[in-house]
Nanobody
Framework: QVQLVESGGGLVQAGGSLRLSCAASGRTFSIYAMAWFRQAPGKEREFVAAITRSGGRTMYADSVKGRFTISRDNAKNTVVYLQMNSLKPDDTAVYYC???????????????WGQGTQVTVSS
């Protein structure tokens, strides 16, 4: 089993920045990839970004390319970050961290999910 805990959410003005963190515990040595998804009020959950644990390959949704950066802590392969810059009100959502032992990509087939952290961007 893998447990995921997100942190770093909050309230920020449009144009501002936030950095989310996701800490994994448990069978972390088995994790192949980690990702961020988000769910805005009244909308379905959507892919934001993903990163492979060993190779460091990254993938982004078009809506966040150039503004968000996913990265991993090289010293602690169990921590993944999402640096969010130039935030817009449309970025307001609950942000979820996800992990999988075999899959890497934008589909919501990840086996493990965190509880989510709220990000609110005011105009």
């Amino acid at each position: 089993q893998v447990q995921l805990v997100e942190s770093g959410g909050g309230l920020v003005q449009a144009g501002g920045s936030l950095r989310l963190s996701c800490a994994a515990s448990g069978r972390t040595f088995s994790i192949y990839a980690m990702a961020w998804f988000r769910q805005a009020p009244g909308k379905e959950r959507e892919f934001v970004a993903a990163i492979t644990r060993s190779g460091g390959r990254t993938m982004y949704a078009d809506s966040v390319k150039g503004r968000f950066t996913i990265s991993r802590d090289n010293a602690k392969n169990t921590v993944v970050y999402l640096q969010m810059n130039s935030l817009k009100p449309d970025d307001t959502a609950v942000y979820y961290c996800a992990a999988d032992l075999r899959y890497w990509g934008p589909d919501q087939r990840y086996d493990y999910w965190g509880q989510g952290t709220q990000v609110t961007v005011s105009s």
